[in-house]
């Protein structure tokens, strides 16, 4: 009965003023988003009361715009469509990472995206908005993590609602040519995207194929010292850097709404990838006998000959991958619900050549055969290939039921409570066959039940009056469990308070404690031995050519997380134009399965049987499958401002605009009196990173020396920049990054050196063109018309990282063409719409 009387109420209160809002006014509302009766000012809170100057003036204040997100949270950012056209992206995936900046989150855990909301409502996958032309959106809203609980899902991510129009229609077609100014290979893209929104129904399919062309470290130069030793051949012209390969991918998603305020949406995706790398070649070291009859000097000769003759060695590999979705949403006496269920189906095939046995080779010229040339240049043309077949079957499926809605209201204002349960399924099949014969097969399973509750309490509230003087203050609360069929339960809590003491002014404090299981591919992907892997063995000081064993570790452990966060966002002004954020974060983790560290000697103790070394200390192999730390620790402080603003309106544009006189918008910000610029920049300072491998070993700090990533240690600082400029159809975006240097600790008891890694500045920038604007070209060439040709340069002034040993050397596996081998990049795309 409360519920029910607090929305009669509420819609006796809209009826009353829709019922006295004057004439001039309802006029705006007509040519206004969806009927909404006033648009909220870009510098205010939706819903939030503006005080009038003049006593004897009323102000009504709108209901939520179609498709916003309706919570006591406000937006960080809010973009209009005249803003998210000046990013110049070309589907919602692309615009995502324009803001990243803005997206991102200092939790410290790394690689997820954020929430994503579809007006206002969750989605079952990413896939169904994933293709969508910017063009159609109306709006994006970005919330902080917090809100992340309305919707049932854990505050460590924040939320981007993106907010589409009712109505649209679109063909759009684009063309990309890309290539590194160093030349070495080529990369394109052909893509056709249909969209139509008719009343809230929607349909959305995209086709892309993106081919690449081989880089080999011939063509950056690279330098082997185990080559051939009389130069017969370069093995560089067969080694890829990076390997050729086709992608297709075929996307669609339909919308229904079916009454009732229900909606349903059907998605489906398949994608084909195929790529070959180049090894290198088989080859063999001996010692050729002074008494053989092909003795240069009468002396025992040891040589390296490589076998050109044979082949190249080769790594093809071909992917499969097809998902399909349903959901739906829909609303239930003021509560929003949603069901969603997702399958994926992933097959991956992988050929390996490796050298044949030339034991039998190498022992004839060793014994000085008459009949075995060991200088003639086809030398062990005849040695045979194995090739290692890896095979494996991913499967996964998911269904997922929420509600959220208020069951209650406190005297600071309703209780916000969200409930949801999940069940999903993973298997993964994998064998390795090494010349035909089985040699490692998985077939591991899981499945898993969850249950959360998330609530947000209301404490005290400026709106409601509510103790006021202390400002508005919440606390949220947040339990799950779940239940693993190879894990047991593992459980998960959250707690955190929501303060704003003073108007623009909100401190966040959130604490998340969870129980986390491997993945099924870390404990079940199969085993892959890849030879010829160019590696630094800082034991030796020396670059050496080994086996890589990586796959999957059924041995992993469970894991156990807390992390706490404390965040300040101010808006001065209550403008959401101006906004400076402090974050501050701390990690620590228990048990946590990780990639195989960088072979320092510190991991080579801890690890002793994940290496081999031959007879004379040589590095031969390493087995990089993943391992367990037993305790990781990080303290982290993220920091920034973003500005955004409009120049060049005349103040009457300026005061409609600001007024939601939508009718009166230039399309797409093209109008010719004025443009967009905004500037993000953040700075992330790394306060403490540890990890004890296990109990008896030292702690690493890998902010002191040490490493456990692919190679590369931890900087203590890193800056992010992202800005642009919009002006009568012409952008220029820049996305900068700088990272400070950092250094790996040599071992004292072998005398090897340390590593030093310089630090590093990368700009991106793109520039584009809206022809629409350009009408004298339009008239010229109509076919122009609702086109847009771009012009990407990625790290534009070259900046490859530099390493360095202690003699100021560059070891060869640090070479620039390793760490990276694409450079500066240039890319050109020719967007048009129909």
């Known amino acids: 009965m409360r ?98 900046p803005q997206t991102g989150s200092a939790r410290g855990r790394g690689g997820g995206m954020p929430v994503i909301l579809l007006n206002g409502q969750r989605i079952g996958s990413f896939r169904e908005l994933r293709d969508l032309p910017p063009e159609a959106i109306e709006r994006v809203q970005i919330f902080p993590e917090e809100l992340a609980l309305q919707y049932g899902y854990r505050p460590d991510q924040r939320v981007v609602n993106f907010i589409l129009k009712d109505n649209f229609n679109q063909l759009s077609a684009e063309l990309e040519y890309g290539q590194p100014t160093a030349g070495g290979f080529r990369s394109g893209e052909v893509e056709a995207t249909l969209t139509r929104i008719d009343d809230g129904n929607r349909l959305n399919i995209d086709l892309e194929y993106q081919p690449s062309t081989r880089l080999t470290e011939a063509e950056r130069g690279i330098v082997r010292d185990d080559g051939d030793s009389l130069g017969v051949v370069d093995e560089t012209d067969f080694r890829t850097l990076q390997p050729s390969s086709d992608t297709f991918e075929a996307n669609a998603s339909w919308n229904r709404q079916i009454g009732g305020g229900t909606g349903l949406t059907l998605s489906g995706e398949y994608s084909h990838e195929e790529s070959e790398a180049l090894q290198g070649l088989s080859g063999a070291s001996f010692v050729v006998p002074g008494s053989s009859p092909f003795s240069r000097t009468g002396e025992d000769e040891a040589l390296r000959r490589l076998f050109p003759g044979a082949g190249v060695l080769r790594r093809d590999s071909s992917t499969d991958a097809a998902q399909a979705g349903a959901a739906l949403n829909g ?167 929501r303060w704003e003491p003073v108007e623009d002014l909100v401190l966040l404090a959130s604490v998340i404690g969870e129980e986390a299981a491997p993945t099924v591919a870390q404990l079940g992907d199969a085993v892959i031995v890849t030879p010829n892997v160019a590696t630094f063995d800082i034991a030796t000081g020396n670059t050496v050519f080994i086996d890589q064993i990586t796959g999957g570790n059924p041995d992993l452990l469970a894991e156990s997380r807390r ?184 071992s004292d008891i072998t005398g090897s050196s340390d590593l030093y890694f310089g630090d590093l500045f990368t700009l991106d920038l793109r520039l584009f063109a809206d022809l629409d604007s350009q009408q004298g070209l339009t008239e010229a060439v109509p076919f122009l018309k609702g086109s847009r040709l771009s012009l990407d340069v990625e790290n534009v002034f070259g900046g490859i990282r530099r390493v360095e040993n202690g003699a100021g050397e560059v070891p060869l596996a640090y070479q620039p063409g390793y760490v990276d081998p694409v450079g500066r990049f240039v890319e050109i795309e020719f967007r048009k719409t129909f």
């Open 563 to 746: 992390d706490l966060k404390l965040s300040l966002n101010w808006s001065p002004g209550g403008s959401r134009e101006q906004q400076l954020t402090f974050e501050y974060v701390k990690n620590r983790s228990e048990d946590v399965s990780s990639a195989f560290p960088a072979l320092t000697p510190a991991i080579e103790a801890a690890f002793p049987d994940r290496v081999v070394r031959g007879a004379d200390g040589n590095l031969l192999s390493i087995d990089a499958r993943p391992v367990t730390f037993s305790e990781v620790e990080a303290e982290r402080l993220r920091y920034g401002f973003s500005l955004r603003g409009e120049f060049g309106q005349d103040e009457e544009e300026e005061g409609g605009r600001r007024g939601g006189r939508g009718g009166g918008r230039p399309p797409f910000g093209r109008g010719p009196d004025g443009g967009r610029w905004n500037l993000s920049v953040f700075h992330n300072w790394s306060l403490d990173e540890t990890v004890l491998i296990r109990p008896g070993v030292d702690r690493l700090d890998l902010l002191d020396g040490d490493v456990t990533g692919s190679g590369a240690p931890i900087s203590r600082h890193t800056v992010e920049l992202e800005g642009g400029v919009f002006l009568g159809g012409f952008g220029l975006r820049a996305n900068a990054n700088y990272t400070g240097k950092a250094r790996v600790d040599g």
């Open 331 to 497: 609303n239930l006496s003021g509560w929003q619900w949603s069901l969603s269920g997702n399958y994926a189906l992933t097959e991956q095939t992988v050929f390996t050549d490796r050298q044949g046995d030339t034991d039998a080779l190498v022992a004839a010229i060793e014994a000085g055969d008459p009949n075995i040339d060991p200088f003639a240049a086809d030398l062990g043309s005849g040695t045979a290939f194995v090739t290692d077949r890896a095979e494996s079957t991913s499967q996964t499926a998911d269904v997922t039921a929420t509600i959220a809605g208020s069951p209650l209201d406190l005297p600071a204002g309703p209780v916000s409570l969200s409930l949801s349960t999940a069940f999903d399924w993973q298997d993964l099949e994998s064998r390795t066959l090494r010349g035909g014969a089985p040699i490692a097969s998985s077939d591991l399973s899981r499945s898993r039940g969850n249950v959360r509750a998330n609530a947000d309490l209301p404490i005290t509230s400026v709106r409601e009056g509510v103790l006021d003087a202390i400002g508005s203050l919440s606390v949220n609360l947040t339990a799950g469990y779940s239940e693993l069929s190879d894990f047991g339960g593992l459980t998960e809590y959250g707690y955190g308070l």
């Open 3 to 100: 519920i029910r009387s607090f929305f009669l109420s509420s819609a006796a209160a809209l009826a009353l003023g829709a019922a006295t809002l004057p004439a001039a006014a309802q006029g705006m509302a007509a040519d206004g988003d969806d009927g909404a009766a006033v648009e909220a000012p870009e510098d205010s809170e939706a819903g939030r009361p503006e005080e009038a100057d003049d006593e004897n003036v009323i102000v009504i204040t709108a209901g939520a715009v179609r498709g916003t997100v309706v919570s006591d949270i406000p937006p960080q950012l809010e973009l209009t469509e005249e803003t998210i056209a000046s990013y110049g992206a070309s589907s919602i995936e692309d615009l995502l990472e324009a803001l990243g």
